[in-house]
């Protein structure tokens, strides 16, 4: 990726990443992590802070640190360490609400030519039938794959 973003560390599975958002409000410890989901090859993609009371990650938090496209970025780099060793993995986001979901749907536009290189990316309609990611459209969810599925790390 071209994009400058926080260096994260990660389990051997990469399941998991947690880096930390340096900016106006100070280091926050944020978390990436990547679940299976009910249907076999289908992960959801949690992102949040972590939280050092539940020891979970909390994405209803709103930071503003001042670094949003970093962290983004850093986000989108898990996408490509997790897809490179599980290429088969089809990856959904959604935000917990609809601001935060339209927050997902502006970095996706930010971040979509390049993304496009390497993934197919799709939008969740309200009629919950996906379709190719369009600009400006209003989604429910995304769902982004590997073009390339014979990657592995």
């Given at each position: 990726?071209?994009?400058?973003?926080?260096?994260?560390?990660?389990?051997?599975?990469?399941?998991?990443?947690?880096?930390?958002?340096?900016?106006?409000?100070?280091?926050?410890?944020?978390?990436?992590?990547?679940?299976?989901?009910?249907?076999?090859?289908?992960?959801?993609?949690?992102?949040?802070?972590?939280?050092?009371?539940?020891?979970?990650?909390?994405d209803e938090i709103i930071t503003n640190n001042g670094d949003g496209l970093k962290v983004l970025a850093t986000v989108v780099s898990t996408l490509y360490s997790f897809t490179g060793k599980y290429p088969e993995a089809n990856i959904f986001a959604t935000g917990n609400n609809e601001?935060?979901?339209?927050?997902?749907?502006?970095?996706?536009?930010?971040?979509?030519?390049?993304?496009?290189?390497?993934?197919?990316?799709?939008?969740?309609?309200?009629?919950?039938?996906?379709?190719?990611?369009?600009?400006?459209?209003?989604?429910?969810?995304?769902?982004?794959?590997?073009?390339?599925?014979?990657?592995?790390?």
């Open positions: 990726m071209k994009y400058h973003r926080y260096e994260y560390s990660t389990e051997k599975d990469l399941y998991f990443f947690e880096f930390e958002s340096i900016g106006i409000k100070g280091k926050i410890k944020k978390i990436v992590q990547y679940s299976e989901m009910s249907v076999k090859g289908f992960y959801n993609l949690g992102f949040g802070d972590y939280n050092e009371i539940t020891k979970e990650i909390d601001a935060r979901t339209r927050l997902y749907r502006m970095g996706i536009t930010n971040y979509l030519e390049e993304l496009k290189q390497d993934f197919l990316v799709y939008g969740l309609r309200k009629d919950e039938i996906f379709e190719e990611f369009i600009v400006g459209e209003d989604y429910m969810g995304f769902l982004v794959t590997r073009k390339n599925k014979d990657i592995k790390i």
